[in-house]
């Protein structure tokens, strides 16, 4: 790439996308309403544009919205991770397929970079492009916003959402095309500005993005912070946000936690579910390509209960840095039994593991057996992979089985995996 070229992204991001997931795979919720809701089922995290249109909030707790079930037809559905990550892969897929550079940014948005792509194709055309190969790929509709500049791109894809005319594309490549949007954008919607900040900007009078690109960068810094300068910069074509486009860093740390779908009031439990975060944790840490040196375990009770309350957490140095589940779910078992204590009801329990090191980089036990350590290694690609193939926990941990499931997540309305589990994918019946 030259020097002199004048640098351009795209972001694509995903209509409503957990809900279009919900709608995709089922023609019954086409064209009504639907929400899906947070981690057992608590609150709205996605909503369909006609559920948006009934005035349903994000994170409106589920049980507020009853009366639009009854009244509306709304359909609620629980959070169905393995769907949604799948689908997120396949839309990654398809946009690697338009460009040479792409980041993914969340679940159901990612970056491109489109420098020197205009001397082949419009910008207007190749968003376009971008769009209906999702739309082949994935079934899923998307917006795609093109700017010199990241925060400027997101504009574009806002505009592009909420302005039926542009056809779901926007290029905002030209300046004046930039100053104009800016002038109709109210300071909060602003990426990384916000509601909390814009109202320390509207009291100087800065209401506007476009008040806020014609501001002065270093009177900014000096009364905000280096992130708000270089997002005044941004607004002005200047890219500063480029290493978004960059190889993520590796995890310093890897948290597998979530409150329980009822209260835990057996050891046995409660040992099931540490089981479980510990073998995803090191499953995570696998992908990582790291082995851990620390492991901590965790577990409370709700603050928000009536009765006593109990917190504790424990950590260990573990006796040689491993990825290997049998390992990390021994000490986090034994963790676990030492912060156990009678008479509560636990809502919440979770791994921690960190202190991450190369795996091979660190001196060996005199007497650990070389072979060995290779011999499991290979043991739990093997794990990986059949799991991977043959969905998640298809190859589990005696403990995770456990007669009493109340510990994990209530999802009481959870869709088929449509696309990662034999059983169901949907057959088409002439």
Partial sequence: MRSDMKQVFALCDMNSFYASCEQLFNPAFRGRPV?????????????????????????????????????????????????????????????????????PYSIDEAFLDLTGIDSVVSYLDFGHHVKELVRIWTGLPICVGIAPSPTLAKLANHAAKHYPATRG?????????????MHLTPVEEVWGIGRKLSKRLDALGIKTALDLADSDPKWIRDHFSVVVERTVRELNGIPCHSDLLEVAPAKQQILCSKSFGAPVTDLNSMLAAITAHASRASEKLRRENRDCGY????????????????????????????????????HAVSIARSLWREGYRYNKAGIVLTDFRVPGACQSDFFSQVEDDERNRKLMRTLDKINSIAGKNTIQFGRQIHKNQSWQMRRENLSPAYTTRWADIPVAIS
Avoid: W
């Fill in 295 to 330: 492991l901590a375990a965790f577990m409370s009770t709700s603050r928000f209960r009536t009765g006593s309350h109990y917190a504790n957490q424990q950590g260990i140095t573990l006796p040689f840095p491993t990825s290997d589940t049998r390992e990390i779910v021994r």
């Fill in 169 to 181: 594309v926007v290029d905002l490549t030209d300046r004046d095309r930039q100053r104009r949007l």
């Fill in 35 to 103: 929400v899906v809701a947070s981690n057992n089922d608590g609150c709205a995290v996605a909503r369909s544009p006609e559920a948006k249109a009934l005035g349903i909030k994000m994170g409106q707790p589920i049980f507020e919205l009853r009366e639009y079930v009854e009244k509306h037809g709304l359909i609620v559905c629980s959070s169905n991770y393995a769907l949604y990550g799948d689908m997120s892969h396949r839309f990654m897929l398809a946009l690697a397929e338009c460009a040479p550079r792409v980041m």
